[in-house]
């Protein structure tokens, strides 16, 4: 009796210590607001992944910046004390650098086109950032940058001449801006509002979503119809803190956040033209632009490009990218 109570016991303390080497906490950072499409895209994920690992594998989700600024998110993921992030192109781009090309000004024109080139370049991405230490888990889509301003805007010497947000901490991409004669502002994000109402900066870029938000097109009410760049993102998790995860059930995780992934790029889309037609009714002049006027945007597009290529991103990458545009657009 004594010998089957102590194999009893061995054999719980065997199953016992099974169970905790494969129960995995993922902490996620998140800029995305609490009960936003994204913030609620990730917990869906975190469901799902617990219902296909047993209740093993739980995404403990932060939320509205509470894990800090993207740049201190990557921060945390290198010392362990946060497992992933969800990072807009401003993360992804300190990570991997190559990725600002995806950011190019009016170098991608459409979703059409952006799905295109992602399905020949993602694959390049995905093992870079996976070089640098971190699995992607998803990508995301969170509308297309257009410019905002307090007076109407048509050509890039309209735009000069007014004060343009500048989002800090990438001084290089900032001085192309600058070299090409635009008056950019640097200031956090946190603070446009108040330097929108002070006259600090009377213009900015970002996609209609967050200027609806924010409600910072009250201020700058006229809004550039060109699609000037998207803003895509991406979620990754600590390359060692994936490699914990059972290789069983890998694929099967991927598969899943892809899935709702794709569900949030669609919803994505119905909610910018929403975020539009709200902005409308409460303002918002949009200004098309005559074909004359965007061809002088793609020659300050140009410009731009050969000051950044070989600083912040490589003639490679953009090559490979130029490419897929070019084949794109023939078919």
């Keep these: 009796m004594k010998k089957k109570i102590v194999l009893v016991l061995i054999f719980m303390f065997f199953i016992f210590s099974f169970y905790n080497l494969y129960s995995l906490t993922i902490k996620i950072g998140s800029i995305a607001p609490a009960r936003s499409p994204w913030d609620k895209a990730l917990k869906k994920i975190s469901r799902e992944w617990k219902k296909i690992s047993n209740g093993k594998i739980n995404l403990k989700i932060y939320p509205g910046g509470i ?35 995806i950011n190019i000004p009016l170098l991608i024109r459409s979703d059409k086109e952006l799905d295109f080139v992602l399905k020949g370049i993602r694959p390049i991405f995905e093992e870079q950032i996976e070089n640098k230490g971190y699995k992607v888990m998803m ?45 950019t502002i640097p200031i956090e994000l946190k603070d446009l509002m108040v330097s929108l109402q002070s006259g600090m900066v ?15 097109f009250a201020l700058a009410p006229n809004m550039m119809s060109l699609n000037v760049a998207p803003v895509y993102g991406a979620v990754v998790i600590n390359k060692n803190k994936w490699e914990r995860v059972p290789k069983a059930i890998r694929k099967e995780l991927l598969l899943i956040a892809e899935k ?39 020659k300050e597009s140009d410009i731009n490009v050969k000051f950044l290529k070989g600083k912040v991103f490589s003639n490679e990458i953009y090559q490979k990218i130029k490419k897929l545009i070019i084949e794109y657009r023939n078919s």
């Design 139 to 183: 990508w995301s889509m969170a509308g297309w940058i257009k410019f905002f301003t307090k007076t109407k805007v048509a050509t890039p010497d309209d735009l000069k001449k007014q004060r343009l947000f500048f989002t800090t901490g990438k001084p290089i991409i900032e001085q192309s801006w600058k070299n090409a004669g635009f008056n």
């Design 67 to 101: 894990a800090g600024s993207e740049r201190a998110m990557i921060r945390k993921m290198k010392i362990g004390t946060l497992s992933g992030s969800l990072l807009s192109n401003v993360g992804l781009t300190s990570i991997y650098p190559d990725f600002y090309v």
């Design 260 to 298: 709702i992934a794709k569900e949030l790029d669609e919803e994505t889309k119905v909610l910018e033209v929403e975020a539009i037609n709200t902005m409308k009714e409460h303002g918002l002049i949009i200004n098309k632009l005559k074909q004359e006027d965007i061809e002088k945007w793609e």
């Design 202 to 216: 009377n213009a900015f870029f970002m996609p209609p979503l967050v200027a609806a938000s924010g409600q910072y």
